[in-house]
């Protein structure tokens, strides 16, 4: 996510860190480092260059403080800039009516039907009855992805025979007022091009349904097109937010810097991945993190608490703390590693420890086989794991279809994990994976 910005200001970063005083020439050098930064990403001309200018103004007004450096004061500046230029937070939508209605509009292919089943989900969550409308009658299997997304989160999705996005939308809004539905969701088709068809047929879908929020769903991999498409139509039908797509992918960032100035138009979503959990409350504050590469580990701890118990935590803390941690628990350990996600990603979002480990490519696989293989041990292997001797590997090897080689190696570093958990002991200093990363906070 946004490597090429966060591998430029990672360098500006490391350069102002070294600065012993804050000087108009230096102040100039690194406007021109940010002013690089961004237009490189694709942030729009004018956004670069008032980021550029509010931050050297606020740079010449700093006062010297003995306690923070002079570069952390800098670094700082921007950080401030860089989360004014994302528009705050603005996540917040009011569900508070009987019936709630969500109009999803955009181009084609940036992600309206999967993002339609990412806020049914979430709000079927929120124990909110929801009802997806699939309006899109031009492409075809549009409505059949809909049902099925529908079906995999168990969600009602209404679509009908009459080929007429308007009639659809109005027969499907009838349904949920007479089935109590909460929130009301309505895909639409994508057009390549903001023509006038479309903005005609989707401002009529707005004045018969009259939608509480209207979201723009936009690809942030398109970059400055998209901005002038929604600032089309913004002026067309007054959008209530945008929703960011494909922040997991390799999109620059300029899209995200650029949408919320130049368009007015708040962002109140961020989606991450293809899943239909993959999708984020917008967060100011986070994504400045991310695009300036600080890591992200609210994010982390977010989703580490998500997966890991209060209680397993407890459980395994006593193990290790009289060394009867085992086999058994290193699986439940990989197990909830890899309910988290790819490592890779995980990684990325550790600050300080992202830039070094981004050149290293993590072994996604590892995980499995590493599983795959405690999975061939019985019971008792697993508790005592000492007593497994070379017939013992050999018929493991055979069930995991690993070889010996790769489960010495796994004992190997079991052994070595236990030792280290022995020495962690001995300092007193006990381990949790929550308070681990909670001390980054
Ligand atoms: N990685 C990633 N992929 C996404 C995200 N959102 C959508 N996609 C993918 O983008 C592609 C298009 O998504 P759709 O939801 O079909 O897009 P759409 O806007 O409904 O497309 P049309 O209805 O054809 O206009 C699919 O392959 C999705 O899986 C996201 O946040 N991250
Ligand atoms: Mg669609």
New binding site residues.
């Given amino acids: 996510m946004f490597d090429g910005i966060s591998k430029r200001f990672d360098t500006i970063f490391r350069n102002l860190r070294g600065l012993g005083k804050i000087t108009d020439q230096n102040i100039d050098h690194i406007s021109r480092e940010i002013r690089k930064a961004l237009l490189e990403a694709d942030v729009n001309f004018l956004v670069a260059k008032e980021f550029v200018n509010n931050v050297k103004i606020s740079a010449q007004g700093t006062k010297v403080l003995k306690s923070i450096k002079p570069g952390e004061q800098f670094i700082n500046i921007i950080h401030k800039e860089m989360i004014k230029t994302l528009g705050e937070d603005s996540s917040s939508i009011d569900l508070s009516s009987k019936l709630n209605s969500i109009m999803l509009i ?1 181009t ?8 339609a089943s990412k806020l049914a989900f979430r709000f079927k969550n929120q124990e909110k009855k929801v009802l997806l409308v699939a309006a ?1 009658t031009y ?1 075809p299997g ?1 409505v059949n ?1 809909l049902k099925t997304l529908g079906k995999q989160i168990n969600v009602d999705v209404y679509h009908d025979d009459s080929n007429d996005p308007l009639l659809i939308c109005k027969n499907a809004l009838k349904k949920a007022k007479t089935k109590s539905v909460d929130i009301i969701i309505y895909d639409t ?2 057009r390549l091009n903001v023509d006038s068809e479309m903005m005609i047929e989707i401002q009529s879908l707005k004045e018969v349904l009259s939608p509480k929020e209207i979201f723009y ?1 936009a690809d942030s991999m398109t970059g400055q097109d998209m901005i002038s498409s929604v600032k089309t139509f913004d002026e067309a039908i007054q959008l209530t937010g945008a929703i960011m ?5 390799d999109s620059r960032g300029g899209a995200a810097l650029s949408l919320r100035s130049v368009t007015g138009v708040p962002i109140k979503f961020v ?4 899943k239909y959990d ?1 999708l984020e409350d917008f967060n100011a504050k986070q994504l400045a993190d991310r695009i300036l590469g600080f890591g992200d580990v609210v994010s982390l701890v977010e989703k580490v608490e998500k997966i890991v118990k209060e209680e397993d935590v407890a459980s395994l803390e006593k193990k290790i703390s009289n060394n009867s941690f085992d086999l058994n628990d290193f699986r439940t350990q990989i197990h909830q590693m890899k309910k988290m996600g790819s490592m890779t990603e995980l990684i990325g979002m550790i600050p300080g420890i992202s830039r070094k480990f981004k050149s290293l490519s993590f072994d996604e696989n590892q995980l499995v086989w590493t599983e795959a293989i405690i999975n061939s041990m019985t019971p008792d292997e697993r508790t005592r794991p000492e007593i497994i001797n070379t017939s013992r590997k050999k018929r493991i090897a055979l069930g995991s279809g690993r070889n010996v080689f790769e489960i010495n190696s796994l004992l190997k570093k079991f052994l070595e994990m236990k030792k280290m958990m022995k020495k962690m002991n001995a300092n007193q200093s006990k381990f949790s994976t929550k308070k681990l990363l909670k001390s980054f906070r």
């Fill in positions: 955009g084609q292919g940036s992600g309206k039907t999967t993002t899109d492409r549009a992805q088709a994508g769903v797509t494909k922040l997991d992918g989606g991450v991945s293809e993959g």
